[in-house]
């Protein structure tokens, strides 16, 4: 698996491609993201209504509210580091599965975002980010 280590919420710095050769493009943004803290590079771009689900509870948000509602994520679950699990490009749809790593100690969270191209064309859109508990 591939880790990228975490920066400032919503910074501006990348995610440094010497950790995460063999990515793909998708995979490092999703990867980034997470590590980060970065909500911004996560949504851009995005379809218009995109399903967040936080430990269990799911929700169909416009892209300015997926925006709020995952920076309050990444506030109250700071970054330490988000190893990406699997990814899976299939025509136009891509999951990324992964572990997020928070600051305080605990045990990581399981991460599934799916993506998919409008038409068949770059770039890949955020369409659903599911974020839960890991099972024992």
Request: glycine content about 8%; aromatic content about 8%; hydrophobic content about 35%.
């Amino acid at each position: 698996p591939s880790v990228v280590q975490g920066q400032v919420p919503d910074s501006v710095a990348q995610a440094s491609d010497s950790t995460d050769e063999g990515m793909s493009a998708v995979a490092r943004r999703v990867a980034g993201a997470f590590s980060e803290g970065n909500a911004n590079r996560l949504l851009k771009p995005s379809a218009d209504r995109i399903e967040i689900s936080l430990f269990g509870a799911r929700t169909f948000y416009s892209s300015a509210q997926a925006l709020y509602v995952l920076r309050e994520f990444f506030r109250r679950h700071t970054p330490r580091r988000f190893v990406v699990g699997d990814v899976m490009e299939t025509g136009t749809s891509c999951f990324v599965r992964g572990e997020y790593e928070q600051g305080r100690v605990g045990r990581p969270l399981q991460v599934y975002v799916r993506l998919d191209r409008p038409e068949g064309k770059a770039p890949w859109h955020l369409r659903e980010v599911r974020i839960e508990d890991s099972s024992d």
